[in-house]
Protein backbone atom coordinates (compact mmCIF):
# COMPACT_ATOMS: atom_id res chain seq x y z
CA UNK A 1 0.00 0.00 0.00
CA UNK A 2 1.75 3.32 -0.93
CA UNK A 3 1.65 6.17 1.63
CA UNK A 4 -1.39 8.67 1.63
CA UNK A 5 -0.73 12.33 1.57
CA UNK A 6 -1.85 12.85 4.60
CA UNK A 7 0.62 9.95 6.12
CA UNK A 8 3.46 11.56 3.77
CA UNK A 9 2.40 15.26 5.60
CA UNK A 10 2.85 13.51 9.04
CA UNK A 11 5.37 11.69 8.65
CA UNK A 12 7.51 14.93 7.46
CA UNK A 13 6.42 17.01 10.25
CA UNK A 14 7.77 14.11 12.69
CA UNK A 15 11.07 13.66 11.04
CA UNK A 16 11.34 17.97 11.86
CA UNK A 17 9.68 17.92 15.17
CA UNK A 18 11.75 19.95 17.61
CA UNK A 19 12.25 17.73 20.95
CA UNK A 20 12.20 19.45 24.25
CA UNK A 21 12.88 17.76 27.79
CA UNK A 22 11.40 20.14 30.23
CA UNK A 23 9.15 19.73 31.95
CA UNK A 24 8.92 16.03 30.23
CA UNK A 25 9.96 14.53 27.27
CA UNK A 26 7.91 15.96 24.30
CA UNK A 27 7.68 16.86 20.41
CA UNK A 28 6.32 19.90 18.90
CA UNK A 29 5.32 20.04 15.33
CA UNK A 30 4.45 22.14 12.49
CA UNK A 31 2.22 21.54 9.40
CA UNK A 32 0.99 18.15 10.91
CA UNK A 33 -1.69 17.68 8.17
CA UNK A 34 -2.21 18.48 4.41
CA UNK A 35 -4.14 21.15 3.42
CA UNK A 36 -7.22 19.03 2.15
CA UNK A 37 -7.37 16.84 5.08
CA UNK A 38 -7.25 20.54 7.67
CA UNK A 39 -9.60 21.95 5.42
CA UNK A 40 -12.13 19.09 5.31
CA UNK A 41 -11.63 18.37 9.35
CA UNK A 42 -12.37 22.00 10.47
CA UNK A 43 -15.83 21.47 7.99
CA UNK A 44 -16.48 19.21 11.11
CA UNK A 45 -20.53 18.65 10.52
CA UNK A 46 -21.24 18.34 14.28
CA UNK A 47 -21.76 21.51 16.29
CA UNK A 48 -19.92 22.42 19.41
CA UNK A 49 -22.28 20.96 22.23
CA UNK A 50 -23.62 22.94 25.30
CA UNK A 51 -21.47 21.46 28.18
CA UNK A 52 -20.56 22.35 31.76
CA UNK A 53 -17.81 22.13 33.08
CA UNK A 54 -17.47 21.57 36.92
CA UNK A 55 -14.64 18.87 37.36
CA UNK A 56 -11.88 19.67 34.69
CA UNK A 57 -12.27 16.32 33.49
CA UNK A 58 -13.47 15.59 29.69
CA UNK A 59 -15.35 12.30 31.10
CA UNK A 60 -17.64 14.94 32.71
CA UNK A 61 -19.40 15.39 29.38
CA UNK A 62 -18.67 12.12 27.75
CA UNK A 63 -22.20 11.82 25.95
CA UNK A 64 -21.61 15.27 23.89
CA UNK A 65 -17.89 13.96 22.65
CA UNK A 66 -17.23 12.83 19.37
CA UNK A 67 -14.65 10.56 18.17
CA UNK A 68 -13.19 9.84 14.23
CA UNK A 69 -15.34 6.56 14.63
CA UNK A 70 -16.60 3.95 12.26
CA UNK A 71 -19.44 6.13 11.51
CA UNK A 72 -17.05 9.31 10.59
CA UNK A 73 -14.50 7.17 8.57
CA UNK A 74 -17.68 5.90 6.39
CA UNK A 75 -19.13 8.96 5.93
CA UNK A 76 -16.00 11.74 5.85
CA UNK A 77 -13.16 11.92 3.38
CA UNK A 78 -11.38 13.65 5.75
CA UNK A 79 -11.89 11.99 8.99
CA UNK A 80 -11.13 8.52 6.50
CA UNK A 81 -8.15 9.76 5.47
CA UNK A 82 -6.96 10.77 9.20
CA UNK A 83 -7.83 7.65 10.22
CA UNK A 84 -6.04 5.46 7.57
CA UNK A 85 -2.56 7.26 8.09
CA UNK A 86 -2.54 6.85 12.11
CA UNK A 87 -3.13 3.11 11.13
CA UNK A 88 -0.84 2.39 8.70
CA UNK A 89 2.14 0.81 9.25
CA UNK A 90 4.77 3.72 8.20
CA UNK A 91 3.26 6.06 10.61
CA UNK A 92 3.04 3.50 13.19
CA UNK A 93 6.73 2.18 12.82
CA UNK A 94 8.01 5.96 12.95
CA UNK A 95 6.31 7.12 15.88
CA UNK A 96 8.17 3.77 17.67
CA UNK A 97 11.17 5.01 15.94
CA UNK A 98 11.35 8.56 17.12
CA UNK A 99 9.32 8.74 20.40
CA UNK A 100 10.13 5.20 21.83
CA UNK A 101 6.67 4.47 21.83
CA UNK A 102 5.52 1.13 21.68
CA UNK A 103 2.20 0.60 19.73
CA UNK A 104 2.21 -2.92 18.08
CA UNK A 105 -1.35 -4.27 19.38
CA UNK A 106 -3.25 -0.82 20.77
CA UNK A 107 -5.76 1.09 19.01
CA UNK A 108 -6.38 3.97 17.64
CA UNK A 109 -8.12 6.19 18.97
CA UNK A 110 -8.90 10.09 17.92
CA UNK A 111 -11.42 12.38 19.31
CA UNK A 112 -12.44 15.35 17.60
CA UNK A 113 -12.53 18.38 20.99
CA UNK A 114 -14.63 21.32 20.35
CA UNK A 115 -14.28 23.52 23.66
CA UNK A 116 -16.06 26.85 24.96
CA UNK A 117 -16.22 29.19 27.33
CA UNK A 118 -15.86 27.99 30.92
CA UNK A 119 -13.34 24.76 29.75
CA UNK A 120 -10.41 24.11 32.14
CA UNK A 121 -8.44 20.64 32.47
CA UNK A 122 -6.91 19.84 36.35
CA UNK A 123 -3.70 18.56 35.70
CA UNK A 124 -3.04 14.82 34.59
CA UNK A 125 -0.94 12.45 33.15
CA UNK A 126 -2.25 9.96 30.37
CA UNK A 127 -0.57 7.10 32.64
CA UNK A 128 -2.62 3.55 32.12
CA UNK A 129 -3.96 2.20 29.39
CA UNK A 130 -2.81 5.18 26.94
CA UNK A 131 -0.04 4.82 25.45
CA UNK A 132 1.01 7.78 22.79
CA UNK A 133 -0.98 11.21 23.08
CA UNK A 134 -0.99 13.80 20.25
CA UNK A 135 -2.86 17.22 20.66
CA UNK A 136 -3.41 18.53 17.12
CA UNK A 137 -4.08 22.29 17.04
CA UNK A 138 -6.93 23.41 14.45
CA UNK A 139 -7.71 27.18 14.05
CA UNK A 140 -9.11 30.05 11.53
CA UNK A 141 -8.77 33.22 13.64
CA UNK A 142 -5.52 35.50 12.21
CA UNK A 143 -4.50 36.69 15.71
CA UNK A 144 -2.80 34.68 18.07
CA UNK A 145 -5.24 32.75 20.61
CA UNK A 146 -4.06 32.23 24.40
CA UNK A 147 -5.06 28.35 24.17
CA UNK A 148 -2.57 25.92 24.31
CA UNK A 149 -2.09 23.17 26.36
CA UNK A 150 -0.58 23.66 30.05
CA UNK A 151 2.41 21.52 31.15
CA UNK A 152 3.27 20.81 34.69
CA UNK A 153 6.65 19.92 36.35
CA UNK A 154 4.45 17.96 39.06
CA UNK A 155 0.34 18.03 39.59
CA UNK A 156 0.21 21.58 40.85
CA UNK A 157 3.44 23.30 39.64
CA UNK A 158 3.06 25.33 36.30
CA UNK A 159 5.67 24.88 33.92
CA UNK A 160 4.76 26.79 30.68
CA UNK A 161 1.72 26.98 27.77
CA UNK A 162 2.55 25.70 24.52
CA UNK A 163 1.27 28.19 21.61
CA UNK A 164 -2.12 27.36 19.85
CA UNK A 165 -1.24 27.12 16.08
CA UNK A 166 -3.03 26.07 13.55
CA UNK A 167 -1.87 22.83 12.28
CA UNK A 168 0.69 22.60 14.92
CA UNK A 169 1.21 19.53 17.65
CA UNK A 170 2.87 18.39 20.66
CA UNK A 171 3.17 14.62 21.26
CA UNK A 172 4.09 12.80 24.31
CA UNK A 173 4.14 9.19 25.22
CA UNK A 174 2.44 8.92 28.97
CA UNK A 175 4.02 8.25 32.10
CA UNK A 176 4.07 9.51 35.86
CA UNK A 177 5.72 12.63 35.02
CA UNK A 178 3.42 13.85 32.08
CA UNK A 179 1.42 16.57 34.30
CA UNK A 180 -0.84 18.50 31.59
CA UNK A 181 -3.98 20.27 31.97
CA UNK A 182 -6.10 23.46 30.73
CA UNK A 183 -5.96 26.75 33.34
CA UNK A 184 -8.94 28.76 32.76
CA UNK A 185 -8.99 31.39 31.01
CA UNK A 186 -11.25 33.07 28.39
CA UNK A 187 -12.45 31.04 25.29
CA UNK A 188 -13.96 33.42 22.63
CA UNK A 189 -15.17 30.98 20.34
CA UNK A 190 -14.53 27.27 19.98
CA UNK A 191 -11.33 25.83 20.61
CA UNK A 192 -10.83 22.91 18.44
CA UNK A 193 -8.36 20.29 18.52
CA UNK A 194 -7.82 16.42 17.38
CA UNK A 195 -6.44 13.88 20.40
CA UNK A 196 -4.74 10.89 18.88
CA UNK A 197 -4.28 7.96 21.31
CA UNK A 198 -3.16 5.02 20.84
CA UNK A 199 -4.61 2.23 23.58
CA UNK A 200 -4.42 -1.14 24.90
CA UNK A 201 -6.71 -3.53 24.48
CA UNK A 202 -8.25 -2.92 28.50
CA UNK A 203 -9.80 -0.24 26.66
CA UNK A 204 -13.61 -0.60 27.19
CA UNK A 205 -15.04 2.20 25.17
CA UNK A 206 -14.62 0.36 22.22
CA UNK A 207 -17.03 2.46 20.01
CA UNK A 208 -14.51 5.21 20.48
CA UNK A 209 -11.87 3.60 18.49
CA UNK A 210 -11.24 4.21 14.51
CA UNK A 211 -10.98 0.44 14.12
CA UNK A 212 -12.33 -1.70 16.67
CA UNK A 213 -11.62 -5.09 16.01
CA UNK A 214 -7.84 -4.04 14.16
CA UNK A 215 -4.60 -3.45 16.12
CA UNK A 216 -1.65 -1.82 14.82
CA UNK A 217 1.19 -3.26 14.37
Not at 128 to 133: A, C, D, L, R
Request: glycine fraction near 6%.
Amino acid sequence: MTQSTTGTTFLLALRQAREEAWPFRHWLLRDVLDTDTLAGLKDWPHAAPEVRYALGRREENNPTRRYVDADAIDNSSPACALAEAFQSAGVVSAIEARCGARLTGTNLRIEYAQDGEGFWLEPHTDIGVKVFTMFVYLDDGDAPRDWGTDLFSDGSTHAKRLPFVDNSAMIFIPSEDTWHGFQPRSIDGVRRSLIVNYVTSEWRNRHELAYPEEPVG
